[in-house]
């Protein structure tokens, strides 16, 4: 009885702000709300619901979405006007930070293509503004959830045979340290990516995102994947105010990725090139 009053109610007060979810069993969701809820969850909820007060028509979500987080977005704009306009397109990053690296990568894009979608956690979903732009991807282990990705997987596709562009974390979550101190990197890259890419010829543009989030969110990553989740608000909160330094790669068109004719070996060769945009020599290697 108890539980089940309990799960009503985190149901009624969910927020589109939050990595709650109620898929999640009842104690990982206790959890995770209130760890978000002394670590940032509410100041960022306001400042989400400001920008849907003041929103118009027409606006660049990305870039209100940079402002209202006072976040500055660093990359060189030679790259950038390098990146083909029309055609199928995919953008692949690094993901050090979450969300704010996902702000700044939907920023970057925005500059030169209306046409993108971006493939992330369908939690995000529950944040309205953000609808128009995703393919969500279910990470429940449930036959529904495998259901929801096939699909997502074939909108992921349709789109780009449209011609439309793609942006898509290949590593599936933020980038993880091996130690508390240790320098991040992406979890394995899922091999779909490489489908997407040799199924529909798509120019692939590389991007690589310095630093990476606190040692906190590490050490709790080497523990529990429910703090971990919980401690994603905190990561946000904190990058509030800050830069994020984006290095944008040369696009790489089809016809030079057609050598690579095992999916694994071409995605190996798509992260080094990730990795290799990173300007210190000795954290190249991923």
Same mark, same amino acid.
């Given at each position: /009885?108890?539980?089940?009053?309990?799960? &009503?109610?985190?149901?009624?007060?969910?927020?589109?702000?939050?990595?709650?979810? !109620?898929?999640?069993?009842?104690?990982?969701?206790?959890?995770?709300?209130?760890?978000?809820?002394?670590?940032?969850?509410?100041?960022?909820? &306001?400042?989400?619901?400001?920008?849907?007060?003041?929103?118009?028509?027409?606006?660049?979500?990305?870039? /209100?979405?940079?402002?209202?987080?006072?976040?500055?977005?660093?990359?060189? !704009?030679?790259?950038?006007?390098?990146?083909p306009r029309t055609g199928p397109l995919i953008v692949v990053a690094n993901h050090p930070y979450g969300a704010p690296d996902g702000i700044a990568l939907g920023y970057i894009t925005s500059q030169v293509r209306s046409d993108f979608k971006v493939m992330a956690h369908a939690v995000l979903e529950r944040a309205e503004a953000l609808r128009p732009y995703l393919i969500p991807i279910n990470f429940d282990p449930t036959a529904e959830a495998l259901r929801a990705n096939i699909e997502a997987k074939r909108a992921a596709l349709a789109h780009l045979a449209e011609g439309g562009a793609i942006i898509i974390y290949p590593g599936g979550g933020v980038s993880t340290a091996p130690h508390v101190f240790g320098r991040a990197t992406d979890l394995p890259w899922k091999r779909f990516v490489g489908r997407l890419i040799t199924t529909t010829h798509a120019t692939v543009v590389p991007i690589f995102f310095e630093g990476q989030a606190s040692w906190v969110f590490h050490l709790v990553s080497r523990f529990s994947e429910t703090l971990r989740q919980a401690m994603l608000m905190r990561e946000v909160a904190a990058r509030i105010g800050a830069e994020i330094t984006a290095h944008i790669g040369a696009p790489i068109p089809f016809?030079?990725?057609?050598?690579?004719?095992? &999916?694994?070996?071409?995605?190996?060769?798509?992260?080094s090139t990730v990795y290799g945009l990173d300007p210190a020599p000795q954290r190249r290697a991923a």
């Open positions: /009885m108890g539980a089940a009053w309990l799960g &009503r109610r985190l149901d009624r007060t969910i927020h589109a702000i939050s990595y709650d979810s !109620p898929e999640d069993p009842l104690g990982r969701r206790v959890v995770v709300r209130a760890i978000e809820r002394i670590t940032g969850q509410p100041r960022l909820q &306001r400042i989400y619901e400001a920008y849907l007060a003041a929103r118009r028509d027409g606006d660049n979500l990305w870039q /209100m979405a940079a402002e209202y987080l006072n976040l500055t977005v660093r990359y060189d !704009p030679a790259a950038l006007a390098a990146i016809s030079d990725l057609t050598s690579w004719t095992d &999916r694994q070996a071409l995605l190996d060769y798509l992260r």
